[in-house]
Nanobody, 122 residues
């Protein structure tokens, strides 16, 4: 079992920054850890992911150049630094982990956190 706990969400003005954290406990080795988000009335969408082996990162086009995913393996924590935030970034942000192999989509992740709300005001 893996437990994921997100933190760092909040209310910020457009152009501001937030850093989300995803702390893992239990069986902490995961091949991939990702951030997804879901806005009201919309489907959950991929934001960013990081591969444990090599640290390769992946981003949705909508956040490239503004968001940065990183990890601290010693702390079993993955971060999402979000800069130049826009009102369209408003959503609940979820951390997800896949234990083995390469995920193809949200359904391929084994564990999910409870989510943290990010609200960007215009």
């Amino acid at each position: 079992q893996v437990q994921l706990v997100e933190s760092g969400g909040g209310l910020v003005q457009a152009g501001g920054s937030l850093r989300l954290s995803c702390a893992a406990s239990g069986r902490t080795f995961s091949s991939y850890v990702a951030w997804f988000r879901q806005a009201p009335g919309k489907e959950r969408e991929f934001v960013a992911a990081i591969r444990r082996s090599g640290g390769t990162t992946y981003y949705a086009d909508s956040v490239k150049g503004r968001f940065t995913i990183s990890r601290d393996n010693a702390k079993n924590t993955v971060y999402l630094q979000m800069n130049s935030l826009k009102p369209d970034d408003t959503a609940v942000y979820y951390c997800a982990a896949r234990l083995l192999g390469t995920p193809a989509g949200p359904g391929d992740y084994d564990y999910w956190g409870q989510g943290t709300q990010v609200t960007v005001s215009s």
